[in-house]
């Protein structure tokens, strides 16, 4: 069973900065994606950032430039280092992997919220 632990939430002033972990439980190699995803209340999942097993990372729109995530294969943890954040940041996040069977896995998501 795929664990994903998710830490780095919390309160910041809007300018600020956060970095989340996710940590999986086995070889982030055996996945074919790792991501990001936000909720904030009342709307939608959104995917955030995206990281594959190869090729290059991507962005939604309102976070490039100012999120950056990335990946150290030793510690099977992925990042997501946040800048200059916005108080339309606030959501909970979510670390999700997907496998070559494209099945999806989920961490329990960690709150952030910016404070204007």
């Known amino acids: 069973q795929v664990q994903l632990v998710e830490s780095g939430g919390g309160l910041v002033q809007a300018g600020g900065s956060l970095r989340l972990s996710c940590a999986a439980s086995?070889?982030?190699?055996?996945?074919?994606?790792m991501r990001w995803y936000r909720q904030a209340p009342g709307k939608q999942r959104e995917l955030v950032a995206g990281i594959p097993s190869g090729g290059s990372t991507n962005y939604a729109d309102s976070v490039k430039g100012r999120f950056t995530i990335s990946r150290d294969n030793a510690k099977n943890t992925v990042y997501l280092q946040m800048n200059s954040l916005k108080p339309e940041d606030t959501a909970v996040y979510y670390c999700?992997?997907?496998?070559?069977?494209?099945?999806?896995?989920w961490g329990q998501g960690t709150q952030v919220t910016v404070s204007s």
């Open positions: 086995g070889s982030i190699f055996s996945f074919l994606a």
């Open positions: 999700n992997a997907l496998d070559f069977k494209l099945l999806h896995y």
